[in-house]
């Protein structure tokens, strides 16, 4: 379902969030608990990946950057 686009094989620490960021990269941020505020991000890589439209760009349980499909539809939205 979902296909590697870049293996980094990154280590996740427990309490970050990690995502791919606006330039391509891999950035991770302090997660937010109860009245504690979360972190600014930092850089963990750069990879530069370029994004299509259409898909959905994460870290697999690999540390691996990787991107879905993403799926459209379901019901309407009534006013």
């Known amino acids: 379902m979902a ?3 870049a293996k980094l094989g ?4 427990k309490g970050y969030l990690y995502y791919v960021d606006k330039q391509g990269d891999v950035s991770c941020a302090k ?5 504690k ?6 850089k963990v890589a750069k990879c ?3 994004r299509e ?4 760009y994460f870290l697999d349980k690999k540390g691996d ?3 879905a499909k993403m799926k459209r539809g379901g019901k309407k939205k009534k006013k």
Do not use: N
């Open 53 to 56: 439209e259409g898909y959905l």
């Open 31 to 35: 997660m937010a608990r109860g009245k």
């Open 37 to 42: 505020k979360g972190g600014s991000p930092k």
């Open 10 to 13: 990154i280590k996740r620490e």
């Open 48 to 50: 530069g990946i370029k």
């Open 3 to 5: 296909e590697t686009v």
């Open 65 to 67: 950057v990787s991107r």
